[in-house]
């Protein structure tokens, strides 16, 4: 149970490693003309590492978030970009990733496209059999392994490695005093509902974080002042919700960076069932958020204009079509991962090196395809209409334009 605040630890310097000294961030260029900018970072356990180069890119473009919604491998990225200062920032998730992402004597494998599946499946297996350094460890190894129980017991892994990572990577003090507002989602268990826990109104300490990244049944439950919480992905894997409903109300632009998202597929085995599945599941809930949010932005510009229209006793005989929260803009921004890599439903627990390296490749060269059309939606327009932009690589924006020719 958290009863106070945990001091961070020293951080633990590691060697230099070829693969991932790749991060000369640059200081952040104020070019963005929105009153607010927010990303929104999904879960997806090591494809995580498309996120990390999709945010590198935006960084260095100059669109420093003011608010950042998270859940699982999101809110551990989140939580170490919002408690490090902007020069520090990249060079600690490169830090995450070089912990949880360690050499092994098989990622030759994954250079050559004839080797790259035998390459994922090895790299699967061992996290699953041996856990991650500086993440989780399964319960097997120390004996601990249990059925019956409670659920801060009952589970395949112990995550307290997560723990003295995030205390050595993150100055709590800093990411609970920035400015940058930070929410990370988690599954409130007794009642099922999605809470917030966000740096405004919740001292975030390590466990904060953990329970948003608590995935049943491989990470136990985490125990936060007597309740137990789970991964925010078992109830929304995409947190929009807390972005397009705010209290107070600004105008945002707002970049959903989805990791499940990749290009559509037919399964042909039972393997590539179980992926396709985990891509639905875990992609789609975002794709109805959205729709589901600009037709409520839509209907209330309409009630505007209504209201603009009726007389007093007109409006007050049909008080109930106006809708008193008025709208806001937003432009969402959906940065979709456009590969399909390892064809595998093991893909989000394949922590190898070099598949981990071309992920965050990957995700940088999707910002900058993003970017390179910041004039479609750089900009906040006079109508204020909110609006989706779905970039080149989206395989939705290949479905839309495709409906549209024909």
Known sequence: ??????????????????LFNRFNHLPAKKTNRFPRVAYVLQGGGSLGAYQMGAVKGLLEAGYEPDWI?????????????????????MAKLDEFWKRVATYSFFDFLGESDYTSHLYSQMGAAS???FGQPGFYTPRW????LSVT???????????????????????????????????????????????????????????????????????????????????GGVHSNSPLEVILEAVPVDDTLCFLIDCFGGR????????????????????TH????ILNYLQRQNM???????????TDKQKKEHANLLDTTGPHHCTLVHLVFSERMDKAATKDYNFGQIIIKKRFDIGCNDAKAVLSEEDQWGFLPKDKQSRLYESPNNHYWLIRKKKKNT
């Open 1 to 18: 149970m958290v009863n106070k605040k945990a001091k961070p630890a020293k951080s633990v310097q590691h060697g230099n490693n070829p």
């Open 69 to 89: 919604a998270a859940t699982s491998i999101g809110a551990i990225q989140a939580a170490i970009i919002v408690g490090n200062p902007p020069e520090k920032r």
């Open 127 to 129: 996290s699953l059999l």
């Open 141 to 144: 190894c120390s004996g601990t």
């Open 149 to 231: 129980g409670d659920p801060t017991t009952l589970s395949y892994y112990d995550t307290s490695a997560l723990r003295e990572t995030l205390l050595e990577l993150i100055d709590f003090d800093l990411l609970n005093s920035c400015p940058i507002r930070l929410s990370l989602g988690s599954v409130q268990i007794s009642t099922g509902h999605l809470i917030y826990f966000n740096n405004i109104n919740y001292l975030i300490e390590p466990e904060h974080i953990m329970a948003s990244a608590a995935l049943p049944p491989g990470f136990p439950a985490i125990d936060i002042d007597g309740e137990l919480y789970w991964d």
């Open 264 to 283: 559509p597929f037919i399964p042909g085995n039972m393997n590539e069932i179980d992926e396709r599945v985990k891509d639905i599941s875990y992609s």
């Open 286 to 289: 975002g794709q109805r958020t």
């Open 300 to 310: 209330r510009h309409l009630s505007r204009k209504l209201d603009g229209i009726l």
